[in-house]
T-cell receptor, first 114, second 112 residues
Framework: DVKVTQSSRYLVKRTGEKVFLECVQD?????MFWYRQDPGLGLRLIYF???????EKGDIPEGYSVSREKKERFSLILESASTNQTSMYLC?????????????FGSGTRLTVV | QQQVKQSPQSLIVQKGGISIINCAYE??????FPWYQQFPGKGPALLIA?????SEKKEGRFTISFNKSAKQFSLHIMDSQPGDSATYFC???????????FGSGTRLQVQP
C-alpha cells in the first residue's frame, strides 16, 4: 500500500513565524496535493504538484507556498503564520495525473497558530 | 465557489438502519465521483467511486447512486454499524481538472 507520511501530527506556532509542513510518499507518485480541512468547509485545495519543481495554485493559495525538490517530498510553507491558518492540513498523492483517480492521504497535521 | 454541495452536515442513525448522504454538483465536466471515509485522527480513505456510465455501484454494504440528469449522487450505507461512525466526504473530478473538489463533509454517528 502507498504510504503518505506527514512529519508532524500536532504543531503549535506563533503568529508571524515561518512554518514548514512536510509530506513524504513512498510509491513514486507523480502527483501530490495539499488540502486544509475545516469544519463545515470540507477539504479545500491549497496547492498541488504534478512533477518535481512544478506547482500549481489551488483554490486558497494566499499565505502559502510549496516546494517540491524531490519526487517523494512535497512541503507546504506558511510564510508568516496567522491565526486564521489554524487548521488541519492534509497531504495526498496520486499515481495518475488529473482528478479521475483516487488519492491516498496522510494522517494530517493539526496546526494551531497562537 | 462551492462546486460540490453535500448534505446533511451531520446524521444520527440507529444500528441496522440505512444511512444516506447526498451530494450535488454543478460542473458537467465532472466524470469521477468518489466517496472518502475519515475516522478521528486519520486522513480520509477512498471508500467507493463511480463514473457516470453507470447509475449505481455497490461494494458490500456501501452503494453509490448516480443521477446524471439531476447532477446528484448519493452514498447509501445499508445495515449501518457503530464502526461506520466517521466523517464522509463526497468529491468530484474529471478530465481536464487537475485535482478533486470535495464536499463539506457529513459526520455520521451510528448508535448501538
Amino acid at each position: 500500500d502507498v504510504k503518505v507520511t506527514q512529519s508532524s501530527r500536532y504543531l503549535v506556532k506563533r503568529t508571524g513565524e515561518k512554518v514548514f509542513l512536510e509530506c513524504v510518499q513512498d510509491m513514486d507518485h507523480e502527483n501530490m496535493f495539499w488540502y486544509r480541512q475545516d469544519p463545515g468547509l470540507g477539504l479545500r485545495l491549497i496547492y498541488f504538484s504534478y512533477d518535481v519543481k512544478m506547482k500549481e495554485k489551488g483554490d486558497i493559495p494566499e499565505g502559502y507556498s510549496v516546494s517540491r525538490e524531490k519526487k517523494e517530498r512535497f512541503s507546504l510553507i506558511l510564510e508568516s503564520a496567522s491565526t486564521n491558518q489554524t487548521s488541519m492540513y492534509l497531504c495526498a498523492s496520486s499515481l495518475f495525473s488529473g482528478s479521475s483517480y483516487g488519492y491516498t492521504f496522510g494522517s494530517g497535521t493539526r496546526l494551531t497558530v497562537v | 465557489q462551492q462546486q460540490v454541495k453535500q448534505s446533511p452536515q451531520s446524521l444520527i442513525v440507529q444500528k441496522g438502519g440505512i444511512s444516506i448522504i447526498n451530494c450535488a454538483y454543478e460542473n458537467t465536466a465532472f466524470d469521477y465521483f468518489p466517496w472518502y471515509q475519515q475516522f478521528p485522527g486519520k486522513g480520509p480513505a477512498l471508500l467507493i467511486a463511480i463514473r457516470p456510465d453507470v447509475s449505481e455501484k455497490k461494494e458490500g454494504r456501501f452503494t453509490i447512486s448516480f443521477n446524471k440528469s439531476a447532477k446528484q449522487f448519493s452514498l447509501h450505507i445499508m445495515d449501518s454499524q457503530p464502526g461506520d461512525s466517521a466523517t464522509y466526504f463526497c468529491a468530484a473530478g474529471g478530465t481536464g481538472r487537475r485535482a478533486l473538489t470535495f464536499g463539506s463533509g457529513t459526520r455520521l454517528q451510528v448508535q448501538p
